[in-house]
């Protein structure tokens, strides 16, 4: 993010996910600026691999799910986030949702009144978003489209800055596609959590070797302001005690044990609701948790 070659290693850890192999993948923090990047990573042709078709966020339509509480689980979550980004833009237009896997959340904006388009690189997440949903879905990367500038009114980014390969450039092109005034939305992992201090290498907000880039909120604020993006607010109301989860079951896997039953009591309903008061109360609001989720708004380009 700063061209400089000078970094000290952060993390070592294996894909604790797929658990394909016993490479071991290392993340740095730059001593220049302080970015924490994937060093050596899988080229942008080989980390396809790394992403199978059953790859956890391709998920299919809620409609679809065999078990009622699935359903009503997921529909909680789709509804508050589409909720949220709807009532932040303040009124309907157009939207991109760049990494749209197979197209949930933008067949929910939808029937909200927007007008949506999607950009995915998987082939079968983006198939699937156009035959599953009818929804206009370009097949590659947010670089290789030719939309025009100023075309949105509000672009969201759902877990997917920390995968690309050049952060820079998505970003650049973010600002350029977004109208004056516009809103931007992105989800990434946050490594000052308390779950990523506490759990080290098996906090799953590393998810290595698919994570790239990881971001620190006052890097975040100057490369946005670089390009005339402002940061409004900040929130953690998302995927926080999952990915508390995720990280107990890697650590225990990773020892040797059965991770069966403290998986089944942990995901048990009982204990999701008593974690509710801290995810949705401290948590979020001191930024506490494993997921940042920022909402940042294009300069108008008038003078105060």
């Known amino acids: 993010m700063c061209a400089s070659a000078q970094a000290t290693l952060l993390v070592e850890a294996r894909d604790w996910l797929l658990h394909q192999s016993h490479e071991i993948f290392r993340l740095l923090t730059c001593t220049a600026c302080g970015h924490i990047y994937q060093s050596p990573r899988p080229s942008i042709a080989g980390i396809d691999a790394y992403y199978p078709d059953d790859y956890l966020p391709f998920l299919?339509?809620?409609?679809?799910?065999?078990?009622?509480?699935?359903?009503?689980?997921?529909?909680?979550?789709?509804?508050?986030?589409?909720m949220t980004v709807h009532q932040a833009a303040g009124q309907v237009g157009r939207l991109l949702d760049v990494g749209c896997a197979t197209g949930i959340f933008l067949d929910g904006m939808r029937r909200l009144g927007w007008q949506v388009v999607g950009v995915e690189p998987s082939s079968s997440a983006a198939r699937y978003a156009r035959e599953r949903?009818?929804?206009?879905?370009?097949?590659?990367?947010?670089?290789?489209?030719?939309?025009?500038?100023?075309?949105?009114?509000?672009?969201?980014l759902w877990d997917v800055l920390e995968h690309i390969h050049d952060p820079q450039q998505t970003l650049d092109e973010v600002a350029r596609l977004l109208k004056p005034g516009g809103l931007l939305v992105f989800s990434v992992p946050n490594p000052d959590s308390l779950e990523a201090q506490g759990l080290g290498c098996y906090w799953a907000g590393w998810d290595l070797?698919?994570?790239?880039?990881?971001?620190r909120l006052p890097h975040l604020r100057q490369h946005l302001a670089l390009r005339g993006l402002q940061i409004e607010r900040v929130r953690s109301f998302m995927l926080g005690y999952i990915l508390l989860i995720m990280s107990l079951e890697y650590r225990w896997r990773a020892e040797g044990r059965d991770a069966t039953l403290l998986s089944r009591l942990l995901r048990s309903w009982p204990l999701r609701?008593?974690?509710?008061?801290?995810y949705a109360g401290p948590a979020n609001w001191f930024n506490w948790s494993s997921v940042m989720v920022v909402f940042a708004r294009r300069d108008t380009g008038e003078k105060q």
């Open 60 to 82: 299919r339509a809620i409609e679809d799910e065999k078990h009622w509480w699935k359903r009503l689980d997921r529909r909680y979550g789709h509804n508050r986030r589409c």
């Open 133 to 156: 949903f009818g929804l206009p879905i370009f097949k590659g990367r947010l670089e290789e489209t030719s939309f025009a500038t100023g075309a949105f009114d509000v672009i969201t």
């Open 209 to 215: 070797p698919r994570h790239l880039n990881l971001f």
């Open 273 to 278: 609701l008593l974690s509710v008061p801290y």
